[in-house]
């Protein structure tokens, strides 16, 4: 470990993250299947933005945020994946404070704005379907950039306030992280200095950004039932609900594994299974993301047909 004399403490410099070290003789079976998983997010969500870039009748505001929303789990997987495989199949489990600060910044930002992001499409989809002859003009392509960029910017800077706290605390040892990534909480049971302002600010912020958006996408659902259920039953109500039943499964999926995360008792005998929850939420969500809507998706459906069917000028329609 290296050290650095400040104020008679030692203070660390690089941490070791842990992985499954108490699971070490499965290491070559997970770094295969961590890396199929890896590839799977990359390409599905690449298929999915290229799919909408390059198909013109995917031009619609659901699908601009489902761009945002493929990007965006092409980075949080890629944040944190790379830097596990490593510690698997290569025991290169050091990550220097910079380093890890840097990756739970990373982690903490695309996930608060995940939740946003969800949120945003679930107000699309309630224009969408309870006020269907307004949605061209309240849903315009100027409120799409700004409601995106507003969410990645809002999530980046809240998250950069307990980031400049936590880089603020001394860790003095032990440096050893029982994860595969920087997180919060192991960060902070690993400091010698008083982090009650620090774990305030953290909890205040990802409650803002976890709570708002799910009591919007609660709202914004309970309406589109009920404007469901006000449809004749037919080929209406099928459509109607066709339309949102993709992001649902994809929000139900992202809250569940939250909250699952959180109910998990933190005693040391539960380590391991909190770890395989926030594997659910850091590999496996976004590898069924493009999976969920490319299944429960006619508009997909076609477009991936266009372009298996390879017809002269798909691209232009």
Known sequence: MVILPWENQTTIVEFMLQGFSSI?????????????????????????????LFIHHLHTPMYFFLVNL????????????????????????????????????FFGSLAATECLLLAVMSYDRYLAICQPLHYPILMTGPLCIRLAASSWLCCFLL??????????????????????????????????????????????????????????????????????????????????????????????????????MYLVPSANSSQLLRKGFSLLYTILTPMFNPIIYSLRNRDIHEALKMCLSKKPGFLLR
């Open 24 to 52: 070490r003789q499965l290491n070559i079976f997970l770094f295969i299947m961590f890396l199929v998983f890896y590839v799977l997010v990359i390409s599905g969500n690449i298929l999915i933005v290229l799919l909408v």
């Open 70 to 105: 493929s990007f965006l789990e092409i980075c949080y997987t890629s944040n944190i994946v790379p830097k596990m495989l490593l510690i698997i199949i290569a025991e290169q489990r050091t990550i220097s404070v910079a380093g890890c600060m840097a990756q739970f910044y």
């Open 159 to 260: 998250t950069a306030i307990t980031m400049v706290l936590l880089s603020r605390l001394t860790f003095c040892g032990p440096n050893e992280i029982d994860h595969f990534f920087c997180d919060f909480t192991p960060l902070v049971h690993l400091s010698c200095t008083d982090t009650s302002l620090t774990e305030t600010i953290a909890f205040a912020t990802s409650s803002a950004v976890t709570l708002v958006p799910f009591l919007l996408i609660a709202a914004s659902y309970s309406c589109i039932l009920v404007a469901i259920l006000r449809i004749p039953p037919g080929t209406g109500r099928r459509k109607a609900f066709s339309t949102c039943s993709s992001h649902l499964t994809v929000v139900t999926v992202f809250y569940g594994t939250l909250i699952a």
